[in-house]
């Protein structure tokens, strides 16, 4: 089983930038395809970003698209969600998330994901 520890998250301005680095341990992150998901406080968790086992396939949601990218470093077993242009919208607890998937395939449904980070709080102000 693999183990994913989120950390980056903190108080920002609106229009502002936070890096979130996911670091992976257990298992190689390569095994991996990845996703970045949040959750803002009373609603449900909603996907936000997700890259394949190769890093040459990313997805995103469109409220974030053109704002974030995910990136990934397998040497160094850590994703990023590179955040810029924060908006307060964007305020949520986010989390990174782990599948064995095939190298270029991503995975954009939570439901999908077995293996889970605790999570990092993000609060944007305007």
């Known amino acids: 089983q693999v183990q994913l520890v989120e950390s980056g998250g903190g108080l920002v301005q609106a229009g502002g930038s936070l890096r979130l680095p996911c670091v992976c341990s257990?298992?190689?992150?390569?095994?991996?395809?990845m996703g970045w998901f949040r959750q803002a406080p009373g609603q449900e968790r909603e996907f936000v970003a997700a890259?394949?086992?190769?890093?040459?396939?990313?997805d995103y949601a469109d409220s974030v698209k053109g704002r974030f990218t995910i990136s990934r470093d397998n040497a160094k077993n850590t994703v990023y969600l590179q955040m810029n242009s924060l908006k307060p919208e964007d305020t949520a607890v986010y989390y990174c998330?782990?599948?064995?998937?095939?190298?270029?395939?991503?995975?954009?449904?939570?439901?999908?994901?077995?293996?889970w980070g605790q999570g990092t709080q993000v609060t944007v102000s305007s």
């Open positions: 257990g298992r190689t992150l390569s095994t991996y395809a």
């Open positions: 890259i394949s086992r190769s890093g040459g396939t990313t």
């Open positions: 998330a782990a599948e064995p998937r095939s190298w270029n395939s991503v995975v954009i449904h939570q439901y999908e994901y077995n293996d």
